[in-house]
């Protein structure tokens, strides 16, 4: 069993930046493709980004390309999404999710198995 925390969301202006980690326990960190996703008031959770477990594959949503960056450190068992240059429409709940192996495309929210509790986002314009 994997449990996952974020923390690092909070209140910011447009054009600031925030870093949201997530940090895992339980479960073989190093086997784990690891994703953050986020959902609006009244929308559908979306994906953010997703790293594979090696770290080889990195993907991002076109809206957060350029902007965002994720990464992974295996020895503390976290991962981190530095979000640069946050607009208001940024606003949500950010989640981080997490899977074993390599069974497919890492964007899909239905893929994951473990998820975190959330952190809030918000960017003020």
């Known amino acids: 069993q994997v449990q996952l925390v974020e923390s690092g969301g909070g209140l910011v202006q447009a054009g600031g930046s925030l870093r949201l980690s997530c940090a895992a326990s339980?479960?073989?960190?190093?086997?784990?493709?690891m994703g953050w996703f986020r959902q609006a008031p009244g929308k559908e959770r979306e994906f953010v980004a997703a790293?594979?477990?090696?770290?080889?594959?990195?993907y991002y949503a076109d809206s957060v390309k350029g902007r965002f960056t994720l990464s992974r450190d295996s020895a503390k068992r976290t991962v981190y999404l530095q979000m640069n240059s946050l607009k208001p429409e940024d606003t949500a709940v950010y989640y981080c999710?997490?899977?074993?192996?390599?069974?497919?495309?890492?964007?899909?929210?239905?893929?994951?198995?473990?998820w975190g509790q959330g952190t809030q986002v918000t960017v003020s314009s």
């Open positions: 999710a997490a899977v074993p192996g390599a069974p497919g495309s890492l964007r899909a929210v239905t893929l994951y198995d473990y």
């Open positions: 339980g479960g073989t960190f190093s086997t784990y493709n």
């Open positions: 790293i594979s477990w090696n770290a080889i594959r990195i």
